[in-house]
């Protein structure tokens, strides 16, 4: 569970929950609640979490079994939080699974219609380039706004804040490629 994978990587950093909701602007109920598995952290609560640990996002996903240079797509290791209209899936090794940290993550994901991909914007100390595959996927970098349809791509500069929306009647989907990978 993440909530246990949170709590056993903040006490391997010597970190206390106190120091935890400090680095990371949650609270520490907040945080021992995710912790004890009785809330399940959203998309930005969870990245908050993963900086202050200066952990990737998807430490907290990783499976236990061995990981090989190749992902097959029945194997994807997969980011869906209850409250979030969007589903990734991890399309590059994560963690030590080629023996060293990728530079690169490549995620597939699907947004749902009429949804954002998250309420706030996110900005990241990584570039990222993003292909839309299906549907129409709106980026809204806060000052601009780029309509992208399939086969549309988009390059976003680090830490330019921004996020997704799906105006359409249907599923869109897309791959993002960030380097280095996203905290």
Not at 18 to 44: D, K, W
Not at 57 to 65: G, H, I, K, N, P
Not at 95 to 109: A, I, K, N, R
């Amino acid at each position: 569970m993440i909530g246990d994978k949170i709590r056993k990587s903040r006490k391997a950093k010597a970190i206390t929950l106190n120091q935890l909701a400090q680095l990371s602007g949650l609270t520490a109920s907040y945080i021992s609640q995710i912790e004890r598995n009785l809330a399940e952290p959203s998309i930005s609560s969870l990245r908050k979490i993963s900086v202050a640990l200066k952990l990737p996002l998807y430490t907290f996903l990783e499976e236990t079994s061995e990981l090989t240079r190749v992902i097959r797509a029945d194997q994807r290791k997969q980011l869906k939080l209850r409250e979030s209209n969007i589903v990734y899936e991890f399309l590059s090794p994560t963690g030590t699974s080629v023996h060293e940290t990728p530079s690169l993550e490549v995620v597939f994901f699907s947004l749902n219609p009429k949804s954002w991909s998250r309420e706030d914007y996110s900005a990241h100390a990584a570039e990222e380039c993003i292909i839309v595959l299906s549907g129409e996927i709106t980026i809204d970098c806060v000052d601009e706004t780029f309509a992208l349809h399939a086969g549309d791509s988009i390059y976003i500069k680090n830490n330019i804040p921004h996020k997704a929306f799906n105006p359409g009647e249907t599923v869109a989907t897309a791959i993002m490629c960030l380097t280095p990978p996203v905290y």
